[in-house]
């Protein structure tokens, strides 16, 4: 069954701890995503990577890490220096379709630092 | 940042049609209009895209005005499942990045 999957759905973590979100796709897309969002607000981009071993920053990067060494996973880092981490976490991926590239989307991890 | 506007909210019943408005003025000649909707506490779910042909797909079906200055989102026959949020979005072929998630039009289905 294809797709992208997100775990834990639930995070909690203490203050001052960085925490590591994981996102896995097994669709065979190159470029992934991951996104923040806030309760009544659109999605932020935090980073996306468009091959193994490369990405860049999206709008809201301070305080985050990620890596891709290999195309299935692209795992983010809330480190302790992101001031305000709760947040629903999502991650995506993109395909070119069309002409276009179109982007699906993990079901997401809410992650609360206590 | 968004380029669009949608309403804040609507609701739709039970299996009518749900018409889902979207001006997008200053759009250029190479982005498409994207819509993606979101169901509480669930990632985003894609819906159908265009550039400006008309388009179907087996949910929904895409209506892009000819100055392609807005868009219509139609959902024929609408369920309780369909209630979300839903998004509209232009971007341009391959811009690599992001999508530009504004606040979206919450669309509650009335049994």
């Known amino acids: 069954d294809g797709g992208i999957t997100q775990s834990p759905k639930y995070l909690f973590r203490k203050e001052g701890q960085n925490v590591t979100l994981s996102c896995e796709q097994n669709l065979n897309h190159d470029a992934m995503y991951w996104y923040r969002q806030d309760p009544g607000q659109g999605l932020r981009l935090i980073y996306y990577s468009q091959i193994v071993n490369d990405f860049q920053k999206g709008d809201i990067a301070e305080g985050y890490s990620v890596s891709r060494e290999k195309k299935e996973s692209f795992p983010l880092t809330v480190t302790s220096a992101q001031k305000n981490p709760t947040a629903f976490y999502l991650c995506?991926?993109?395909?070119?379709?069309?002409?276009?590239?179109?982007?699906?989307f993990g079901p997401g991890t809410r992650l609360t630092v206590l | 940042d968004a380029k669009t506007t949608q309403p804040p909210s609507m609701d739709c019943a039970e299996g009518r049609a749900a018409n889902l408005p979207c001006n997008h003025s200053?759009?250029?000649?190479?982005?498409?209009v994207y819509w993606y909707r979101q169901i509480h506490s669930q990632g985003p779910q894609y819906i159908i895209h265009g550039l400006k042909n008309n388009e179907t797909n087996e949910m929904a079906s895409l209506i892009i005005t000819e100055d392609r200055k807005s868009s219509t989102l139609i959902l024929p026959h609408a369920t309780l499942r369909d209630t979300a949020v839903y998004y509209c979005i232009v971007r341009e072929i391959l811009a690599g990045n992001q999508f530009y998630f504004g606040t979206g039009t919450s669309l509650t289905v009335i049994p």
């Open positions: 995506a991926s993109s395909i070119t379709q069309r002409g276009t590239d179109t982007q699906y």
């Open positions: 200053t759009i250029s000649g190479n982005e498409y």
